[in-house]
């Protein structure tokens, strides 16, 4: 049996395999080399950075829910700096595709870790995470409407030539709206989707039980949500898609792609096993081969509607 080719292509970056490892449930990847090797994946997206070190919300900060997880760290990260002078060395001798998850409270904020990004060596994609409330427009998440999220989409795309990815929250009306706003700003690519908002309630303590209240959706719980969404945004913009929610195994994976995802991203999976990620990317290959394809290349976006076969 020839094994397929599972290389993709996100605009002028090339990938060995369509799987990442999403942010925020891979640390810097340094901690899971115990665990895999980081040349068995396509690459690797870093806890989002801000400009400073920021130690997140108190706990509770995570508690389980059916099939998923509900999370309000508060983008506890090590800041910029220490990211570029501390992980990055160690990252860059390893083979594998390093993806700078960026947030900021303020668009200047945003820019200033965009553009120290961009004089670092290393660095295959900045990745833009907008679902970061806006602090000069009173906390709601740039994310949530298309007009900020196409200010800092620009502001972003001036100060940097790398690959930028803007990932969307799936928290807002209509996503293809925030999507073709990030194409329209320059964005390279869109992933999709960040966390869904919830809360799990202490009936006991008549509390939440997480200390900030309401927290991020992940895991299982949410892939039919997501891959609901990845396939309306795959449609409505030119640019590549990376998808992701609750994907667990390569089937899961194929299902985004399929959907119209170039690529997609691994994240609570991770918890459960460190290493699932490889597991997946060597799955889909084993799916690949199992239908008697030669390329991932050529499932991506070839899900059939009913309604395209009633035509
Ligand atoms: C504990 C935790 C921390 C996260 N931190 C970030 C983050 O810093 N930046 C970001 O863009 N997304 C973050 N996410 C969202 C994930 O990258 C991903 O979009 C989401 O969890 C859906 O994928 P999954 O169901 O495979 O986990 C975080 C998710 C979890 C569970």
Not at 170 to 183: C, K, Q
Request: charged share 20%; hydrophobic share 45%.
């Amino acid at each position: 049996m020839v094994t397929p080719d599972l290389s993709v292509r996100l605009g002028s970056l090339r990938l060995r395999n369509p799987v990442l490892t999403a942010s925020g449930t891979f640390g810097y990847g340094l901690e899971f080399l115990p665990f895999l090797s980081l040349e068995e994946i396509g690459g690797i997206v870093v806890k989002g950075l801000s400009p400073k070190p920021r130690k997140g919300n108190p706990p509770e900060r995570i508690v389980e829910t059916p099939s998923g997880m509900l999370n309000a760290i508060g983008l506890q990260n090590v800041g910029v700096d220490a990211f570029l002078a501390e992980k990055l060395p160690e990252l860059r001798r390893h083979d594998t595709a390093v993806v700078a998850n960026v947030f900021g409270e303020t668009i200047p904020e945003y820019v200033e870790v965009c553009a120290k990004l961009d004089a670092a060596e290393g660095i295959a994609a900045i990745e833009l995470n907008v679902s970061c409330p806006n602090v000069e427009a009173g906390g709601m998440a740039f994310g949530a409407d298309a007009a900020s999220l196409a200010r800092v989409t620009r502001a972003c795309r001036d100060a940097t030539r790398l690959p930028l990815w803007v990932k969307l929250s799936p928290n807002v009306t209509d996503i293809r709206e925030t999507a073709r706003a990030a194409e329209a700003e320059g964005a390279d690519a869109v992933s999709l989707v960040n966390t869904y908002v919830g809360m799990v309630v202490d009936v006991e303590r008549r509390r939440p039980v997480l200390a900030n209240g309401c927290g991020g959706l992940s895991g299982p719980a949410i892939r039919p949500l997501a891959v609901w969404a990845t396939w309306q945004v795959s449609r409505a913009v030119a640019i590549p898609v990376v998808g992701m929610g609750g994907i667990a195994s390569g089937r899961d994976a194929v299902e985004f792609l399929l959907a119209g995802a170039s690529a997609v991203q691994v994240g609570t999976a991770s918890f459960v096993h460190p290493d699932a990620s490889v597991r997946i990317a060597r799955e889909i290959g084993s799916w690949l081969a199992g239908h008697g394809l030669a390329s991932v290349r050529e499932i991506v976006g070839t899900l059939r509607t009913g309604k395209e076969e009633r035509r």
